[in-house]
C-alpha cells in the first residue's frame, strides 16, 4: 500500500535519476580521503557557505554533535533553546558523550532566542558555574525561517561575549528558498553550520559539517572516534551531490503544498491553525474537536500518516503530490463534518 507519508520529510526517497547518479558514482576509502565523491561534496558544501572546510557525516544527530564536542571542551557550556533538536531529540549526546553542559532557555514563537533570555543564560566566570562558550540555534525551526537581521544580532552578540555560533541548519535550504537570501549570507553569521542532505533535499543518508579548517579537523578526528569514519560512501555523496544541484529550487513546490493544505484545513470546523507559521514545508495544528489518537487511526486506514500529539505536524517533501494534499484535505473534512 502506498502511503501518504506526511511524518517528516526524513522519510523522502531516492528518485530513480538519483539512483543512477548514484550508481556512477567514482568511490574509494574516505577514512584515507580517497573517496572523490565524498571529497568534492565537501567541497561543494564549504564552497556554497562561504567556509573553510566541510565534513560529510551520517546523520544530521551526528553532525550537531561533533560541532558541539569540536566547539567546547569537556566542561564547558552551551546556550541553545529548550524546544530545539539539540536539545530535545538527540538524546542529550552533548552532555552524554561529550560532557557540554546544556544551558536552555525559552524559545520565541518565531523560533528565535530572545537576547536577554541568552544573556541570562551565559554562566558567571566564577569556579561555582561551567564555562559558556557556545550558542545554537535552529534554521528553519518547526518550519519557520529566522530573520536574517536577526542573525546578524546574535552574531555581534556572540562576538560581544568572546562565544562561537552554530547553526542547526537541518532545513537550511528550506529557509533559503523560502527567505530568497543566498546561501552564503543565511551561513555568514555562523562559525559552524549543520546541514541535513536526507530531509526535503531527497538523498538517502548524511549531513555536511561545514566550518573552519581546524574545527573541521576536529570534527573529522572526534568523526573517526564515534565510529563515523566511512569507507566507500561516495555512493551516498554523489545522491547528495545530485540532490544539490537538482533538489533545492524544488523546495518551493514543497512550500506550496504545505501552504495549500494548511488553507484547506484552517476552513474546517474543529482545526485550530496559524497560518503566519506556514512558511516551509511544515503545517502544525491542534484539534479543538475530535481525538487526536482517533484521527490518526482514522487517517491511516486511508493510507495517510502524519505525527504529533496534541500538536499535529504535517511534512511535505518530494514525494508528496498536488493529488495527495487533495486527497488529505477531503480525508479531514470527512473526519471533522463526521
Ligand atoms: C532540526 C533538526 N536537526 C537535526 C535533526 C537530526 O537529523 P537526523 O539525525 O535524523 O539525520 C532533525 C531530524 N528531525 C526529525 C524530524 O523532524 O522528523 C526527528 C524529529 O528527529 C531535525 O529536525
Same mark, same amino acid.
Given at each position: 500500500? *502506498?502511503?501518504?507519508?506526511? *511524518?517528516?520529510? /526524513?522519510?523522502?526517497?531516492? /528518485?530513480?535519476?538519483?539512483?543512477?547518479?548514484?550508481?556512477?558514482?567514482?568511490?574509494?576509502?574516505?577514512?584515507?580521503?580517497?573517496?572523490?565523491?565524498?571529497?568534492?561534496? =565537501?567541497?561543494?558544501?564549504?564552497?556554497?557557505?562561504?567556509?573553510?572546510?566541510?565534513?560529510?557525516?551520517?546523520?544530521? /544527530?551526528?553532525?550537531?554533535?561533533?560541532?558541539?564536542?569540536?566547539?567546547?571542551?569537556?566542561?564547558?557550556?552551551?546556550?541553545?533553546?529548550?524546544?530545539?533538536?539539540?536539545?530535545?531529540? =538527540?538524546?542529550?549526546?552533548?552532555?552524554?558523550?561529550?560532557?557540554?553542559?546544556?544551558?536552555?532557555?525559552?524559545?520565541?514563537?518565531?523560533?528565535?532566542?530572545?537576547?536577554?533570555?541568552?544573556? &541570562? &543564560?551565559?554562566?558567571?566566570?566564577?569556579?561555582?558555574?561551567?564555562?559558556?562558550?557556545?550558542?545554537?540555534?535552529?534554521?528553519?525551526?518547526?518550519?519557520?525561517?529566522?530573520?536574517?537581521?536577526?542573525?546578524?544580532?546574535?552574531?555581534?552578540?556572540?562576538?560581544?561575549?568572546?562565544?562561537?555560533?552554530?547553526?542547526?541548519?537541518?532545513?537550511?535550504? !528550506? &529557509?533559503?528558498?523560502?527567505?530568497?537570501?543566498?546561501?552564503?549570507?543565511?551561513?555568514?553569521?555562523?562559525?559552524?553550520?549543520?546541514?541535513?542532505?536526507?530531509?526535503?533535499?531527497?538523498?538517502?543518508?548524511?549531513?555536511?559539517?561545514?566550518?573552519?579548517?581546524?574545527?573541521?579537523?576536529? &570534527?573529522?578526528?572526534?568523526?573517526?572516534?564515534?565510529?563515523?569514519?566511512?569507507?566507500?560512501?561516495?555512493?551516498?555523496?554523489?545522491?547528495?551531490?545530485?540532490?544539490?544541484?537538482?533538489?533545492?529550487?524544488?523546495? +518551493?513546490?514543497?512550500?506550496?503544498? +504545505?501552504?495549500?493544505?494548511?488553507?484547506?484545513?484552517?476552513?474546517?470546523?474543529?482545526?485550530?491553525?496559524?497560518? =503566519?507559521?506556514?512558511?516551509? !514545508?511544515?503545517?502544525?495544528?491542534?484539534?479543538?474537536?475530535?481525538?487526536?489518537?482517533?484521527?490518526?487511526?482514522?487517517?491511516?486506514? *486511508?493510507?495517510?500518516?502524519?505525527?504529533?500529539?496534541? =500538536?499535529?505536524?504535517?511534512?511535505?517533501?518530494?514525494?508528496?503530490?498536488?493529488?495527495?494534499?487533495?486527497?488529505?484535505?477531503?480525508?479531514?473534512?470527512?473526519?471533522? !463534518?463526521?
Amino acid at each position: 500500500m *502506498r502511503y501518504i507519508d506526511l *511524518r517528516s520529510d /526524513t522519510v523522502t526517497q531516492p /528518485t530513480e535519476a538519483m539512483r543512477q547518479s548514484m550508481l556512477h558514482a567514482e568511490v574509494g576509502d574516505d577514512v584515507y580521503g580517497e573517496d572523490p565523491s565524498i571529497n568534492a561534496l =565537501e567541497h561543494k558544501g564549504a564552497e556554497l557557505l562561504g567556509k573553510e572546510a566541510a565534513l560529510f557525516v551520517p546523520s544530521g /544527530t551526528m553532525s550537531n554533535l561533533l560541532a558541539m564536542m569540536s566547539h567546547c571542551q569537556r566542561g564547558e557550556g552551551a546556550v541553545l533553546g529548550s524546544a530545539s533538536h539539540i536539545y530535545r531529540y =538527540e538524546a542529550q549526546g552533548s552532555a552524554v558523550l561529550g560532557s557540554v553542559a546544556l544551558q536552555s532557555v525559552p524559545m520565541q514563537a518565531d523560533g528565535t532566542l530572545a537576547l536577554k533570555d541568552v544573556r &541570562a &543564560a551565559i554562566a558567571p566566570d566564577d569556579a561555582h558555574f561551567v564555562q559558556t562558550r557556545l550558542v545554537c540555534l535552529e534554521n528553519t525551526h518547526n518550519g519557520k525561517v529566522l530573520p536574517l537581521p536577526y542573525l546578524r544580532e546574535m552574531r555581534d552578540f556572540v562576538d560581544e561575549h568572546g562565544l562561537l555560533l552554530h547553526l542547526d541548519g537541518a532545513r537550511l535550504f !528550506n &529557509a533559503v528558498v523560502a527567505s530568497g537570501e543566498p546561501v552564503a549570507a543565511i551561513a555568514a553569521p555562523f562559525d559552524s553550520i549543520s546541514v541535513c542532505l536526507s530531509k526535503g533535499l531527497g538523498a538517502p543518508v548524511g549531513s555536511l559539517l561545514v566550518g573552519s579548517h581546524g574545527f573541521i579537523a576536529r &570534527a573529522r578526528r572526534l568523526r573517526k572516534m564515534l565510529g563515523g569514519g566511512m569507507r566507500q560512501a561516495g555512493i551516498l555523496a554523489q545522491a547528495a551531490l545530485f540532490a544539490l544541484d537538482q533538489h533545492v529550487t524544488r523546495l +518551493a513546490d514543497d512550500h506550496r503544498r +504545505a501552504r495549500r493544505l494548511a488553507e484547506g484545513l484552517a476552513s474546517l470546523p474543529g482545526v485550530a491553525l496559524n497560518m =503566519e507559521e506556514v512558511q516551509t !514545508n511544515m503545517v502544525f495544528l491542534r484539534l479543538t474537536q475530535g481525538d487526536p489518537a482517533t484521527l490518526l487511526g482514522f487517517m491511516k486506514e *486511508r493510507g495517510i500518516l502524519f505525527s504529533g500529539y496534541g =500538536e499535529l505536524r504535517l511534512v511535505t517533501h518530494l514525494q508528496i503530490t498536488d493529488d495527495d494534499i487533495d486527497e488529505v484535505i477531503d480525508a479531514f473534512t470527512e473526519f471533522l !463534518n463526521g
